[in-house]
């Protein structure tokens, strides 16, 4: 299975951990080579009462900001994926799941003990608010 479609079911898990109150971020790591851009870190913000999520692109020498909607960021992220980042790792209260491309691009999809304890304080805002 390409890797695009296995981050789609990746990313299901992204969108459950939105809905279910248990995100707490999730960030694209590992490059191979020197790269400019080294990561783009996920979290969720409230924009007029709507939930989005903000990537932070963090380059070498700076950091750009940009806002986009649940399913945009979806498919933005999947076009990252293999150039340059090989990971993107969920952390949730209940668990840490870690999206891995090797270097022949096959995909595995490991879970581990959760890192956070707590989610999101926005994600529980905007479950509240509902």
């Not at 979290?43 to 007029?48: D, S």
């Not at 498919?75 to 969920?90: I, Q």
């Not at 799941?97 to 270097?103: D, E, I, P, R």
Request: without cysteine; proline residues 4%.
């Amino acid at each position: 299975m390409p890797f695009t479609e296995t981050f789609n079911e990746f990313y299901s898990t992204v969108q459950s951990s939105l809905a279910d109150g248990t995100f707490a971020k999730l960030t694209m790591a590992k490059t191979i080579g020197n790269t400019d851009l080294k990561n783009i870190y996920v979290r969720p913000i409230l924009l007029e009462g709507d939930l989005q999520l903000e990537l932070k692109y963090k380059h070498q020498e700076e950091e750009l900001v940009e806002i986009h909607s649940i399913i945009a960021t979806r498919d933005l992220l999947k076009t990252y994926l293999n150039n340059p980042f090989f990971s993107a790792l969920l952390f949730t209260t209940e668990m840490d799941l870690v999206y891995k491309l090797n270097k022949k691009r096959a995909v595995s999809i490991t879970q581990k003990a959760p890192s956070f304890a707590h989610a999101s304080p926005v994600i529980l805002d905007y479950l509240a608010g509902k």
